[in-house]
């Protein structure tokens, strides 16, 4: 089986695990991507007594190392993009073209964190006291446990495992159980590198196993976290009892307004990209499009001819331009909802599941028009491709509907007016705010996160992402 199997790293071995899964592609069903080890609790702990004894030689050792590490990922991951964006298509069923460009991402920032492990600064402070020094650094924060979800596989093991050896800590990773092989491929160019043993960790798995370990183990110091609100919170709880520090990305309902001045050419496939591209399975997708009645009909128009004419299909055929849902169950979730935004008295268009070659779990794009904010399914994230059309009178209206939510990740607003765009970057109770550019898409090098139910804790990315993988220590000196 061991042959057959691909294996969690734990300590510089690749070990099998307690179980095994078959990782199916969505697109096609019959096509079995491969056999993934399920680690243990025992192997958990494992991992982490590793971590642990490597902490002491890894966040000692030279930057430059740390650098050459990531340089020399990012080098692998750049030179085989379109190998592992492909297998990336077939095992979570994004586009080709978006799947290549997920990986380049990963490289992208495996490389930028290789600049900043050579730029870990620090303060030196004149004292209030005569004859004393005082010093501010920046020290790693210890064992950090990792747990990422399936819609971004590569990209967003990328963005935490690189800060956090560039700051020197060591890692216990755990990729989601739906889409294990391009975190697997990344664990393989990480130890293929020269990453030291014990310093990098995968173990896969359920995150009822292998997440709960992780979450509640005494050597992990810190874990960052992206997925859903109710394991967010859970985790949030779990960490506060350990005492250990915590960073969670959990989503969004996010709202794009379209003003009455906006150009169509600009909003109508803004709004395309932002609500259904990725299958629409994006924290930062927009499901809530609320749009000024000046506009609201001419939009609705070109809006549903333009959605209408999307091809669904596999992720490998370059025309296709919606791949599938990732599972059966996130789509039978995603048609629960499509039947609930009808029976809460929305004119629902799309949505159905759709028929195609081969098995799998294909679904129109769907368009809840007469929408309200009030409804279940203009409140509640459904991570697919589906968006309520929401019609308001003007700026004020659209602000509060936009930021009458539980959520505060990303928001948009495509309008031609500087003091529209000006107010609402302004008032918009969101982390990230765009003008005229999609909700979702997002820079590297940049802060990515939000406010109230869509984070907690600490930003992730860009040069940002020191306040999470470091503790500041102050030294103060007795010069005599």
Request: glycine share 10%.
């Amino acid at each position: 089986m061991s042959e057959l199997m691909k294996q969690n790293l734990i300590a510089g071995q690749w070990l099998d695990g307690a179980e095994a899964a078959e990782n199916l592609n969505p697109a096609d069903i019959s096509d079995c991507i491969g056999v993934y080890a399920r680690a243990s609790v025992e192997q958990v702990n494992d991992a982490a007594q590793a971590a642990r004894a490597a902490l002491p030689a890894w966040s000692s050792a030279s930057p430059q190392l740390r650098a050459d590490l990531l340089e020399a990922v990012a080098q692998a991951l750049f030179a085989r993009k379109d190998e592992i964006g492909t297998l990336l298509a077939r095992e979570e069923g994004k586009t080709l073209a978006e799947a290549i460009g997920e990986t380049a991402r990963a490289a992208q920032v495996f490389r930028f964190f290789a600049g900043e492990a050579l730029r870990v600064g620090g303060d030196a402070v004149a004292s209030v006291r005569p004859n004393v020094d005082v010093e501010v650094q920046r020290e790693p924060v210890g064992v950090v446990g990792l747990i990422t979800p399936w819609n971004f596989p590569i990209a967003i093991p990328a963005w935490k495992i690189a800060p956090a050896l560039a700051y020197g800590n060591t890692v216990v990773f755990k990729p989601a159980d739906l889409t294990p092989a391009s975190a697997h491929i990344l664990a393989e160019i990480i130890h293929a590198a020269g990453c030291p043993a014990g310093v990098f960790n995968l173990v896969m798995g359920r995150g009822s196993v292998v997440g709960d370990a992780i979450s509640t183990h005494p050597e992990v110091d810190a874990i960052s976290f992206t997925g859903s609100v109710p394991v967010g919170r859970d985790l949030a709880v779990t960490a506060a009892r350990g005492m250990k520090k915590i960073q969670l990305e959990m989503g969004g309902k996010n709202p794009m307004v379209v003003m009455d001045d906006a150009d169509l050419d600009i909003a109508v496939p803004t709004v395309l990209n932002g609500a259904f591209f990725s299958t629409g399975q994006r924290c930062t997708a927009s499901s809530r499009i609320i749009v000024d009645a000046g506009i609201h009909d001419a939009f609705v128009e070109r809006l549903l001819r333009d959605m209408g004419a999307l091809k669904v299909g596999n992720p490998l055929d370059s025309a296709t331009q919606i791949g599938p849902v990732v599972s059966e169950k996130q789509l039978s979730n995603n048609l629960e909802y499509v039947k609930l935004a009808g029976a809460e008295g929305a004119e629902v268009i799309g949505g159905e599941r759709l028929s195609h070659e081969s098995v799998g779990y294909f679904q129109a794009p769907a368009a809840f028009l007469n929408a309200t904010n009030d409804m279940q399914s203009s409140r509640q994230e459904i991570f697919g491709p589906c968006a309520s059309i929401i019609k308001v009178a003007g700026f004020d209206e659209a602000l509060a509907v936009a930021n009458d939510t539980e959520f505060g990740l990303s928001s948009g607003i495509c309008t031609s007016s500087l003091k529209y765009a000006r107010e609402f970057k302004r008032q918009s109770e969101a982390g990230m705010v765009m003008v005229n550019l999609p909700t979702a898409g997002v820079d590297y090098h940049v802060p990515f996160g939000g406010r109230k139910g869509s984070s907690h804790g600490s930003r992730e990315q860009g040069r940002y992402a020191a306040e999470f993988y470091t503790a500041l220590k102050t030294s103060y000196s007795f010069a005599g």
